[in-house]
Nanobody
Framework: QVQLVESGGGAVQAGGSLRLSCAAS????????MGWFRQAPGKGREFVAA????????HYVDSVKGRFTISRDNAKNTVYLQMNSLKPEDTAVYFC????????????????WGQGTQVTVSS
C-alpha cells in the first residue's frame, strides 16, 4: 500500500500562487497515475487534476485550466500541483490520490489518498 503525504498548503490572497507537493513512502509512485482532488466546506470531493504514470498526459477540471499545472518527478517520488492566479473559490482541503489506472483515478473511486492540506484564498 502506498502512503501519500501532502504539503505546501497555506493562506494566500487572491491572485497569489502556491505549490503543493505529494510525497510517497513505502512504495514508488512510478506505477501509479497521480491526481489531486479538493473538498470545500460543505461540499463533496472534487477532481482537480491528474497525470499519467509517465507524465505524458494530464487532465484538468475546467475551472482550473490555464491556472493549475500538475507534474511529477518519479526520481524524487513526488507529485506537484502548481496553483497560480488563485481565487477565493479555490479554498479547500487538497488531497493527493494514486491509482494504477488513469481513468479510474479521475473518478477517485478506488484511489489511495493522502490526509490533505488546507488551501485558503482570501479576497
Amino acid at each position: 500500500q502506498v502512503q501519500l503525504v501532502e504539503s505546501g498548503g497555506g493562506a494566500v490572497q487572491a491572485g497569489g500562487s502556491l505549490r503543493l507537493s505529494c510525497a510517497a513512502s513505502g512504495r514508488t509512485l512510478s506505477p501509479y497515475a497521480m491526481g489531486w482532488f479538493r473538498q470545500a466546506p460543505g461540499k463533496g470531493r472534487e477532481f482537480v487534476a491528474a497525470i499519467t504514470r509517465s507524465g505524458d498526459l494530464t487532465h484538468y477540471v475546467d475551472s482550473v485550466k490555464g491556472r493549475f499545472t500538475i507534474s511529477r518527478d518519479n526520481a524524487k517520488n513526488t507529485v506537484y500541483l502548481q496553483m497560480n492566479s488563485l481565487k477565493p473559490e479555490d479554498t479547500a482541503v487538497y488531497f493527493c490520490a494514486a491509482d494504477d489506472l488513469f481513468p479510474a483515478l479521475i473518478t477517485g473511486a478506488r484511489a489511495y489518498w493522502g490526509q490533505g492540506t488546507q488551501v485558503t484564498v482570501s479576497s
